[in-house]
């Protein structure tokens, strides 16, 4: 069933700033490999399935969603389209940027949600987004 909500706004939140003592290289092929991104994932995820280039999952109680590499761009970005089961499209896009020794690590989420959804959706899709980088600094530092 397709929900068609009329009155959209777009909503974009980007994780917590995130510097990681380690090479864009390391984690690019950790952010990039979606067989392995479960790992970075909250708990409340459940019936994993991944491929080379998606990774599908409920979160518990939330939606069915299923993640999807659109785009790639060696050692610096990786771009997911993300499809669930509300039909509202989110984009995420990890960006990597070298400096030094460290690497700077943004995860920017973009979704077009309907407005009466807006502030119910915020806090869960930030939450989202600074556990994945969280998880990854944690991850690649020890």
Known sequence: ?????????????????????????????????????????????????????????????????????????????????????KQIPIHCLFTIETKGTTSDLDLAIDAEVPLFLQAMLKNPLQKFADVIVDKLKQNVEH
């Open 1 to 85: 069933m397709r929900l068609n909500y009329k009155y959209k706004v777009e909503m974009h939140i980007n994780s917590k700033a995130t510097d990681i003592h380690a090479d864009s290289e390391r984690i690019y092929h950790l952010i990039s490999d979606c067989q392995g991104l479960k790992q970075f994932l909250p708990e409340q995820i459940q019936n994993w399935e991944a491929g080379e280039n998606y990774c599908q999952f409920n979160v518990a109680g939330i939606a069915t969603l299923k993640m999807e590499i659109t785009e790639r761009v060696a050692f610096s970005k990786v771009s997911y389209l993300i499809s669930n089961d």
